[in-house]
């Protein structure tokens, strides 16, 4: 009879190998999870309204000292399926960034952390858009914007206007760089230039691949407008600025919001107000994201076993997830027969 293992006969051993489950739950989120994600060795739960790490006890203490470690749960992203901007960008990353479609130079798990983290600086921009369109709510709620006996009238007030859309500008800018690191994995070649060169880049493929370079036309003088308008913020200049004002009153005596005018000569932007810039900007950013990563994809499928396999866009009701539209498939008789 065989001897069993000193080591196998440990306690923690037991704890460590057998069986066991984790609840992903915390005192905020108690939705429910809608998936699991891999990130770079690291393993994801979806929720509805989060996203939460997984780490096992060995994770944290590999050599097994201290039975006491717990498996723990972590949020590292306050919103979770139920949003479609994270279906646009984490989950669509997910479901596109997959080793067994992609060349097998491409490093897919370096580039689904920088996925990770472009979601995290969306997810930072959109709450300091939320947080400032709540206090610019809040105030006018509090003044009654009745002009008194003496023709006088108390305006309501948003602390720090510049500094929050400096803060907004740099997350936003923030985000489209991890987009364009991403953008240098599938093609080392973009250079210095930006956003351009990755335009000159398209530009040279033989033949009509698709509409990529038209997409790009359209998408890059926003980009510039991003990394200008943070520019601006963080190196001001006469020429490079932005100005803010809080609230006022118009000619008409109207009540005018918080209000944001970027002064730059390659991307000016008229004054408008601050939250609706903010807004449009989230959503932009959302969409390029989204649609990039179908592009890049889509340039870098290996062969795989002679079917002419393609990034589609799937209906509503043929997506594994609500809000990912974006997926691998082959045409077979005029259907799309999802792959992977």
Known sequence: MCKKDKADSQPI?????????IEVTTPEDDSA????????????????????????????????????????????????????????????????????????DFDVDKAMLLVLEIAQDIASAKEVQQAFSEYQRSEVEKYDLKVSKNHSLA???????????????QKSDHALGGLFRIVKLFNPSVGRGGWESLQKEVGKEDGKVDNFSETLEDMVPFLQFVRNSRNCVEHPRTEQRI?????????????????????????????VP???????????????????????????IQP??????QVHTFPENQRRIKNVKYGYGVVADNNIIRFG
């Open 13 to 21: 051993n037991h704890v460590r190998d057998g069986a066991g489950s």
């Open 33 to 104: 999870v809608t998936g699991m994600l891999t990130v770079g060795g690291g393993l994801y739960a979806v929720k509805e309204k989060g996203i939460y790490e997984i780490k096992f006890a060995d994770q944290i203490d590999p050599e097994r000292k201290n039975i006491h470690i717990p498996n723990t749960i972590q949020r590292v992203l306050p919103y979770g399926s139920s949003e479609p901007w994270v279906g646009a960008v984490l989950l669509t990353g997910h479901e596109l960034l997959k080793k067994e479609v992609l060349n097998n």
């Open 155 to 169: 305006l309501p007030s948003v602390d720090g206007v510049a500094n929050k859309c400096k803060e907004f500008f």
């Open 243 to 271: 100005v803010t004002t809080n609230f006022g009153i118009s000619p008409e005596n109207q009540l005018l919001p918080p209000l944001i005018e970027v002064v730059h000569p390659q991307t000016p932007q008229k004054p």
């Open 274 to 300: 601050i939250v609706e810039l903010m807004a449009q900007m989230v959503n932009s950013i959302v969409n390029i994201v989204e649609i990039m990563l179908a592009f890049l994809c889509n340039r870098k």
């Open 304 to 309: 795989i076993a002679g079917f002419p396999v």
